[in-house]
């Protein structure tokens, strides 16, 4: 299809093009086959030099973009084993003390578990669907931290239509929580909000804990967070952004990317 349209093309198109442009009146090479053949090659070998310089960039543009799709599904699948190893041991110990608030924990980690391996099997969502998986996450760690750890989501109807790639919102919230809030003695208070301002939407997740270079080191060398800004600029290029800001206390981090009105993949409930 690709190569025999553009032949065809250049066969109509060339003598067309020609008449026209000789105001109706075929000039005396375009009748005279010694030269209109040494034309017609020399237009055949043009139009199939761009043919495989257009097919060598799609198909350069469709490995970058399933690259780009493996590593996703590649961070999709990893599970934080800190996380899951430090919930099971809470639950171990709350077993004998407080049955309930076991249960409690085993339940909140069922349905977090739920929701993640749910997304695996889709490589679309939108922030809807990322606020409900941050919000069971932090519920799920409420149990763990008790008064030790606070949260507030505040994002519109608008926000939340839009598309945003799984597992973008996640790590950031977890970074807030293991670099930010549970070193912190008294813990502290993590709030996510975001809005739709001039077409772009606009993502933060903010804490109050021990701030950005807590320990020597900054947040944003962190390997999740290198991965979050290769995956913005696979998609939107310089129009999208991860930025972090140091607060006093804590830290910020903010997601900036074009709005596209998304379609949502299954629930987290």
Same mark, same amino acid.
């Given at each position: 299809?690709?190569? $025999?349209?553009?032949?065809? &093309?250049?066969?109509?198109?060339?003598?067309? &093009?020609?008449?026209?442009?000789?105001? $109706?009146?075929?000039?005396?090479?375009?009748?005279?086959?010694?030269?209109?053949?040494? @034309?017609?090659?020399? =237009?055949?070998?043009?139009?199939?030099?761009?043919?495989?310089?257009?097919?060598?960039?799609? #198909?350069?543009?469709? !490995?970058? /973009?399933?690259? @780009?799709?493996?590593?996703?599904?590649?961070?999709? %699948?990893?599970?934080?084993?800190?996380?899951?190893?430090?919930?099971?041991?809470?639950?171990?110990?709350?077993?004998?003390?407080?049955?309930? #608030?076991? /249960?409690?924990?085993?339940?909140?980690?069922?349905?977090?578990?739920?929701?993640?391996?749910?997304?695996?099997?889709?490589?679309?969502?939108?922030? =809807?669907?990322?606020?409900?998986?941050?919000?069971?996450?932090?519920?799920?760690?409420? *149990? +763990?931290?008790?008064?030790?750890? +606070?949260?507030?989501?505040? !994002?519109?109807?608008?926000?939340?239509? @839009?598309?945003?790639?799984?597992?973008? *919102?996640?790590?950031?919230?977890?970074?807030?929580?293991?670099?930010?809030?549970?070193? /912190?003695?008294? %813990? %502290?208070?993590?709030?996510?909000?975001? #809005?739709?301002?001039? $077409?772009?939407?606009?993502?933060?997740?903010?804490?109050?804990?021990?701030?950005?270079?807590? $320990?020597? @080191?900054?947040? &944003?060398?962190?390997?999740?967070?290198?991965?979050? +800004?290769?995956?913005?600029?696979?998609?939107? &290029?310089? =129009?999208? !952004?991860?930025?972090?800001?140091?607060?006093?206390? %804590?830290?910020?981090?903010?997601? #900036?990317?074009?709005?596209?009105?998304? /379609?949502?993949?299954?629930?987290?409930?």
């Amino acid at each position: 299809f690709f190569t $025999g349209v553009p032949l065809f &093309g250049l066969a109509i198109g060339w003598p067309l &093009g020609v008449w026209v442009a000789s105001s $109706g009146q075929l000039p005396a090479w375009a009748t005279d086959p010694d030269r209109m053949v040494p @034309a017609l090659l020399l =237009g055949l070998f043009i139009s199939l030099g761009l043919f495989f310089f257009f097919d060598a960039k799609a #198909r350069q543009a469709l !490995a970058e /973009k399933r690259a @780009a799709e493996a590593q996703l599904r590649l961070l999709q %699948g990893q599970m934080e084993p800190h996380f899951l190893f430090n919930t099971l041991a809470n639950v171990l110990t709350l077993i004998d003390l407080e049955p309930a #608030r076991a /249960k409690a924990m085993l339940e909140a980690l069922t349905d977090y578990l739920r929701a993640t391996l749910a997304g695996l099997r889709h490589d679309r969502s939108t922030l =809807g669907r990322e606020l409900e998986l941050a919000q069971a996450y932090l519920q799920l760690l409420q *149990l +763990r931290m008790d008064d030790r750890l +606070r949260f507030a989501i505040d !994002a519109d109807e608008q926000a939340r239509s @839009a598309a945003l790639p799984p597992l973008l *919102l996640q790590p950031l919230v977890e970074n807030a929580i293991q670099h930010g809030l549970e070193p /912190k003695i008294e %813990g %502290g208070l993590l709030q996510i909000s975001a #809005r739709v301002v001039n $077409g772009e939407l606009r993502v933060s997740v903010r804490d109050d804990g021990l701030g950005l270079h807590a $320990g020597g @080191a900054g947040r &944003g060398n962190g390997v999740a967070l290198a991965n979050i +800004r290769e995956r913005l600029n696979a998609l939107h &290029g310089e =129009g999208a !952004a991860l930025s972090l800001q140091a607060l006093q206390p %804590g830290t910020e981090a903010t997601l #900036r990317m074009p709005f596209v009105a998304g /379609k949502p993949g299954p629930s987290v409930a």
